[in-house]
């Protein structure tokens, strides 16, 4: 199965994600995480792109597309994965659609700008797997660190609000557009569209996509 998560920054596509790798044990290609995790190494991608995930703009589509290729072809495709935060622009999507790897379902999280500054605001993240924390909303078992390996959270360097903000903007721009191209590939048939309500609980949203994969199976 193949899955698309699209929604605004903090809208909860890391959280669902990682619910629903873990059911169905499809990977998680989320290019936030491989962007942050080539920042880490210090390589020469992370060089070139510290500053704009800092600031909240968009990484170039080349760069993107190629980094996900290279995952999606070591992730085994054909057994599925999850595109969390990719595609981002028209020119992601149709790079998606040009692979030929049928896509299932994407799912589109909705949530108000002023509950998306409230959950970034209180995200605190272990980046070196991804998982994601809410100091009020999703607080980890012991304060400030990780419940799995026990190590530091940390607060993204793109979580303060004038990044914040660039990211929101930068979201209106592309979503328009990416919206109607998901719209049309539905009414063609080609894939099964869902617009989600992001504000309700994360165990509550997980159960409706759940709902949606085992019926439309
Ligand atoms: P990325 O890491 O993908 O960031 P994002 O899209 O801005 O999304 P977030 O990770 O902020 O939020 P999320 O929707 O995953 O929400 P989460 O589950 O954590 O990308 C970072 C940067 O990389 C971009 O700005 C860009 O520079 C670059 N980039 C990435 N992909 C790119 C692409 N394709 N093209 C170009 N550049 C790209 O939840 C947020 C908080 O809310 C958490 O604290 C969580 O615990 C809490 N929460 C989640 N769900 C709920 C709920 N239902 N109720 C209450 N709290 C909740």
Known sequence: MHIILLGAPGTGKGTQSKLISKKYKIPQISTGDILREHIESKNKIGKKIYNILK????????????????KIKKANYVKGFLLDGFPRTI????????????????????????LILKRISGRRTHIQSGRTYH??????????????????LVIREDDK?????????????????????????????????????????????????????????
């Open 91 to 114: 020119q992601q999507a149709k790079y998606i659609s040009n692979l030929n790897i049928k896509i299932h379902f994407v799912f589109e999280f909705i949530v108000p700008d002023e």
């Open 135 to 152: 100091i009020y909303f999703n607080p980890p078992k012991e304060e400030g660190k990780d419940d799995i390996t026990k190590e530091k």
């Open 55 to 70: 600031k909240g703009e968009l990484v170039s589509d080349n760069i993107v597309c190629d980094l996900v290729y290279e």
């Open 161 to 217: 609000i004038e990044s914040i903000k660039n990211r929101l903007e930068n979201y209106k721009k592309n979503n328009k557009k990416l919206t109607e191209y998901y719209l049309e590939e539905k009414k063609l048939k080609k894939l099964k569209f869902f617009q989600l309500d992001g504000t309700k609980k994360p165990n509550i949203i997980y159960k409706e996509i759940e709902k949606i994969i085992e019926s439309k199976n």
